[in-house]
């Protein structure tokens, strides 16, 4: 179920976010709000014909204030090699090419993967003529396009998308059934690896190490208990590539990857350090995603004494109530102590990921709502619910049916949210709320 990525690369001010917000705007692109983070600039779901894909725009990913990372232009178009199926590379019709324009190229024209060479700021067509030095790159034909005002945008995103359903089809094919799909996410350093490596420590849990759908992922399929379980991406296990090593922008967007084909998304965050903005940052890509998620906290044996202990978890409860549907399982992964409770936290959240609650109960769970009055207002108009029910699974969602579904306020539906929560048990699981219109 994984989305396709274009990737959009290319060195600064060449336009790269203004094409990326053209196309997350066009054609009522989705982009989901979500509470408690900023946006990042760079990541989005988009859709043309009815092809959704994700949209990564590879220069504006900023990593978090730790991180000794510098966005370098090489690594841009490495990253977007190795995890993209269609790379979309933006120069500057004003400026002309230049020495960066050169090294990406460079690196572009090893991939076999379909590279879009996109002379931007092409506003004016009388100066068309400009594109020609293009054609030194050595990418083929360029498309000329202006981002601000969204001339050649369409065509071009017609040719992506026909790329792109060759790609699903091509991964459709691949996919076997590997149980539940874990991803394991974090800072570097957290103790991912760590923990992987305790995960599968008995040897003969390893069902098999097989590749996923990156070229150089790794996907661990382990049983445990009668249940199977995919490690998506293993890091650990992996013999990490020299890239990989020295950039952890490049782990990032991995991640992401990662994230999308999970089922489950396992944040490890380093107990010792505590919650940072990169842990949130990370956690609102697997929330935006949608995934269930369990929060480790890792190296709890360097907390030292009750107090910590509490600052550290309360830290979390505060900052991450837009994933705090999430169980919070305190580990240390030196020793394996508590590693155990990370099964039974990802199981729970994958029951309630997968989880269909009747119809009757959602009614009568309706009517104490109901009952209990609060309802919202604007002038005369008071909003009714008369119906509710689950339209959809992984994760659940459920549609109410309303007669003014304009009246539904983010406030409105948390209060919702919570209450559904109250009622029934959706540990682990994010979900989604609809309104419709019923007279
Ligand atoms: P990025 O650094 O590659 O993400 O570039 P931005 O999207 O931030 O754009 C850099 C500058 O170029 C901004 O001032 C944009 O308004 C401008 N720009 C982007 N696309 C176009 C375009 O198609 N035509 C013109 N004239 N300016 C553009
Ligand atoms: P990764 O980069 O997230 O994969 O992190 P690693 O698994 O490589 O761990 C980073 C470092 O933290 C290593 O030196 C580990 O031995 C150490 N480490 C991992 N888990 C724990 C833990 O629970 N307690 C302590 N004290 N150290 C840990």
Known sequence: MALPIVAVVGRPNVGKSTFVNRIAQADEAIVHEM???TRDRSYHIADWNGVPF????????EMGDDDAFQSSIRTQAFAGVNEADVIVFIVDGRTGINADDEEVARVLRKTSKPVYLVVNKMDNPDTM????????????????????HGNGTGDLLDAVVEDLKKVETADDEEEEDGGINIAIIG????GKSSLTNRLTSDDRSIVSNVAGTTR?????????????YTIVDTAGLRQKSKIDEDVEYYGFVRAMRAIDRADVAILVIDGSIGLTDQDQRVAGFAADRQCAMVIVLNKWDLVEGPDAKAEVREKI????????????VATCALTGKSVHRIWEAVDVAYENFCKSIPTNQLNVWLGEIREGGHTVSKGKAILRMKYVTQTATCPPQFTFFVNRPDLVNDNYERFLENRLRKSFDLTGTPIRMKFKKKD
Do not use: C
Not at 133 to 140: A, N, S
């Open 54 to 61: 994700k949209l990564i725009d590879t220069g504006g990913i």
């Open 129 to 148: 003529d400009q594109v020609w030095e293009f054609y030194q790159l050595g990418l083929g034909d360029p498309w000329s396009v202006s981002s601000l």
């Open 35 to 37: 509470r408690g983070v």
């Open 317 to 328: 409860t505060d900052r991450m109530t837009f994933v705090g549907y999430a169980p919070v």
């Open 216 to 228: 150089d992922a790794i996907d661990t399929v382990i049983e445990h208990d009668g249940q199977r």
């Open 187 to 190: 800072r570097p350093n957290a």
